[in-house]
Every structure is written in structure tokens, then in C-alpha cells.
């Protein structure tokens, strides 16, 4: 679906109000009423900005909107150069929205081009780690809209934390893995892999359908964030958020501001 001019107008606001790190305090625009003039936004704007995208977010529509806009899931951008190590200082939009979320991570090989299920999907990835997605935007009210305000700015993405791998996940059950966060070591939440609805495959076979529909092509190498296991926690510059996988396996990342 290619971009109304108003929408475009909309994808460049964003990615103004991105570059010279300036809050939006309305929304630039009319906002989207559905998904697909949401991504039409979001294909806009990752047009007009150019850089290489080396991943994407995956997140969860509240059940209460499913009805409303026919998915559960939404998706967006995270740009290579947003991609960091464990233990990175991560910047985020101080005037705007920031948040950090535990997520499994999963890095894709080739997709091939079959129309894969619930199972083959997992023979599309290579490799497992733990991460923190980092969630910011310009915008500070982005998640009190509905999914398609989220979608329509990159997802509400700002970057993406790669934590230890999980060497033996072809072999658990990793949707009852324990997943524990916390910022300035206090417990902000806790849960397990069971709260993402199909857990973090269904997230990989979603973004795959999802991409396709939109013809955009998936390289390997791409990783998928597969959703928020704890929740959405909002954070503050200055801060530290830390993840603790199955008791044992951490990733953490510090907070700063524009």
C-alpha cells in the first residue's frame, strides 16, 4: 500500500522529530483508523530514512482491539545501527515515551518462500538469545491510541539490547522459561513465555505472513524481538534495566537521553 501524501507528511514529521530529538506533543496528522494505513506510514518513513533495518519488534495487540483491527500482532522496524550488546548505554527520546521490555530474540536464516506453520518455522532460525527491546518515541502519548498510532511510528522502536545466547533451545520448552525484570534492581515484573500467546515462534511465523503481505523481503540474519514477556516497563534516563532469563542468564543496559 503506498503512502496518501498526508501520510507521508505524517512519516516525515516523525522522522524530523527523530533526528533533531524534539517531543510531539499532538499527533502529526490524522491518525491511522487500521493497520494498513499504519504501515503505510511506517514503509514511508523507512523509505525516507534510509538506513538498514536489522530486525523487527514484534508486539501485542490488547485483546480488547483484536476485534477491532483482525490481528494480535503488530510489527516494526529496528535499524542495524540500533542493535547493541549486552551491557550498552541506550539512548531514548527523554521529552517522549521510553520503556524497556524482556523479549526472546530469534535470528532467522533463509525463510524460503513455503507457507511455513507453527513447527517449520522453528528450521527458519539459527540462532536464540536472550535481549531488551528499548521502546521510545518522539511521541509521548504513542500507546494510549491503539495499535496503529504504535505501528505508525516504527512500532514504537528504539533500539534492540542482544543479550547470551540460548544454546539449547531446540530442546525446552522455552515458552515456560521464568523471565524476570528489573530497573535500578528493583522487580518491575515477572512471567513466563505463556503470557505471549503462541510464545516467541508464533511471534517469527506472524512477522514472516506479515512481511510478505507487505513485500518486503526478510535477509538472513534478521532478528525478530519477539514480544514484551513481563510487560511494557516504562524507564527514565538515568536508569538501568536488566533482564533475567531461567534464573541464570542476564542482559542489561543502561538508560540515556537526548
Known sequence: MLATPEQEMIARAFLAAR???????????????TLADAYAIQSAAIGLDGR????????????????????DRIAGPIFADEIAADGAVMPVYADGFAAAEAEVLLCLGDVGACDHDIRSVRDCITEVR?????????????????????????????????GPQIPDWRDREL???????????????????????????????????????????IAPGTWVSAGAVTGVHEISVGQRAEALFDGKVRVGCAITGY
Open 19 to 33: 533526528a533533531e530529538k524534539t517531543p510531539l506533543t499532538l499527533y502529526p496528522g490524522a491518525m491511522p483508523a
Open 52 to 71: 538498514r533495518v536489522g530486525g523487527w519488534k514484534v508486539g501485542r495487540v490488547a485483546p480488547e482491539l483484536v476485534a477491532r483491527y483482525g490481528i
Open 130 to 162: 536472550t535481549g531488551i527491546e528499548i521502546a521510545s518515541s518522539p511521541f509521548p502519548d504513542i500507546n494510549r491510541h491503539g495499535p496503529a498510532v504504535t505501528a505508525s511510528d516504527y512500532g514504537n522502536n528504539k533500539g534492540l539490547v542482544l
Open 175 to 217: 515458552i515456560t522459561m521464568p523471565v524476570e525484570m528489573t530497573i535500578d534492581g528493583a522487580v518491575v515484573g515477572q512471567a513466563t513465555m505463556e503470557t505471549m500467546l503462541d510464545g516467541p515462534f508464533g511471534s517469527a511465523l506472524f512477522l514472516i505472513r506479515s512481511l510478505r503481505a507487505r513485500g518486503i523481503a
